[in-house]
């Protein structure tokens, strides 16, 4: 019972002044408990207040993403949607036959604004190293206009959009053929998918 | 001289009751009961009268805020009270950076007590409530052999662990042990009827 050994030392009597304060302290919540409270409850707004501003930053920054990207697709359509009703565009649809299969490619031709928008679906995929070719027919011959690259497990449909350079000259026509992944620089060299007069 | 009066368990249970109800007059009652033996443990440890005050003060604010924490059926009220007293004056102590300069100055009064020599109770505190309770433990500790005495002495007041002790008084490690639990046992059977808190 080591615990009654508290009262080994002779007892003294405190100071009179002592008990008052010595209860009123104890009594009283404590000063330094008080300032933890409102630490806490500050430390607790804050984080609210912190949280609350992380949150609406990082809504703010996804909302802000997504308007961007719709707008840019709005852009897109627009676009296209004025490509294709546009009072100097012809159309032109040819059928094709790439590796046994029927598909077939479409041709948006703006000559006003000079642009071209093609839509290849149904075709097959590319062999390893080789690539679709779009070209220019002019007067002069063929000019380079666009590779379409469909590699296999791609979607069948592909479309795009190209400009005719000014150094092309009148474009009468519009061919495709099959040429290596890098394309050819000045004509076609493999076999012609398709080759039309607009 | 007024004449000691016991205050059973019973009664010191319905203190505590009143303390955990937040009855501000049962800390009253407690101070008045407990403090000149809370300041008395505080000074003997401490020596220095303003550090055993602040100690006083901690441990009735102590008392007060975690009075829910006192488990009569663990012991009764007193000796948690003076626990709660003799680990605050050790924190106090070891915190004390002019640690060392005040062993110098308490030196002398250490010194006696190192030898095992208990101080002699006063007769002018006799009507101080809990006088009879000292006067067991002084009966307690003084039927201990010295050098019992001493290293129980060592531990309690000074809060020395047991390596702290044989260094001090230059005892294997294993002696200050066996004396520390053969005294502990001593102290354990001399002081087992003790339950009742007197004033």
């Not at chain 1, 104890?26 to 409270?37: D, E, L, Q």
């Not at chain 1, 806490?40 to 984080?47: F, K, M, P, S, T």
């Not at chain 1, 497990?153 to 959009?161: F, N, P």
């Not at chain 2, 003084?142 to 230059?170: C, K, M, N, W």
Request: overall charge positive; proline content about 7%; some cysteine.
């Amino acid at each position: 019972m080591t615990d009654w050994l508290g009262m080994t030392p002779n007892p003294r009597d405190p100071r009179p002044e002592l008990r008052a304060r010595v209860l009123g302290r104890a009594v009283r919540p404590s000063r330094r408990g008080r300032w933890v409270w409102r630490a806490a409850a500050a430390a607790l707004v804050l984080g609210i207040a912190g949280g609350g501003a992380y949150w609406a930053r990082g809504t703010i920054a996804a909302l802000s993403a997504d308007r961007d990207r719709l707008a840019a697709e709005l852009a897109a359509v627009r676009d296209t949607l004025g490509f294709v009703r546009g009072p100097a565009t012809r159309v032109a649809w040819v059928p094709v036959t790439t590796n046994g299969r029927l598909g077939g490619v479409t041709i948006f031709a703006d000559s006003a604004n000079r642009r071209w928008l093609v839509r290849c679906e149904g075709m097959a995929p590319n062999e390893p190293g080789e690539t679709y070719q779009i070209w220019f027919v002019t007067e002069g011959g063929m000019k380079r206009a666009a590779l379409m690259t469909m590699d296999p497990g791609e979607s069948t449909v592909m479309a795009m959009a190209f400009a005719v350079p000014e150094d092309v000259g009148p474009v009468v026509g519009a061919a495709m053929s099959i040429e290596p992944r890098a394309g050819s620089s000045v004509e076609p060299r493999g076999p012609m998918v398709f080759h039309l007069r607009l | 001289m007024t004449q000691p009066k016991r205050l059973s368990q019973e009664d010191e249970r319905t203190l505590v009751r009143r303390l955990k109800a937040r009855d501000e007059g049962a800390l009253a009652e407690l101070y008045d009961a407990l403090a000149p033996w809370v300041l008395g443990l505080a000074s003997r440890i401490l020596q220095d009268d303003a550090e055993a005050e602040e100690v006083l003060s901690d441990v009735f604010v102590q008392v007060w805020g975690r009075i829910h924490q006192h488990e009569p059926a663990r012991g009764p009220l007193v000796p948690w009270v003076l626990s709660i007293a003799r680990n605050r004056a050790l924190d106090s102590l070891r915190r004390r950076r002019r640690w060392w300069r005040k062993a110098e100055r308490w030196g002398a009064t250490v010194r006696l007590e190192d030898d095992g020599t208990v101080p002699t109770p006063d007769p002018a505190e006799a009507a101080v409530p809990g006088w009879p309770v000292h006067q067991e433990v002084h009966a307690a500790l003084a039927a201990l052999p010295v050098d019992q005495r001493r290293v129980v002495l060592l531990a309690y007041f000074e809060g020395l662990t047991h390596s702290e002790i044989a260094r001090r008084t230059g005892q294997p490690l294993g002696t200050v042990k066996t004396r520390l639990r053969i005294a502990h046992g001593k102290l354990t059977e001399a002081l087992r009827h003790v339950k009742d808190w007197l004033r």
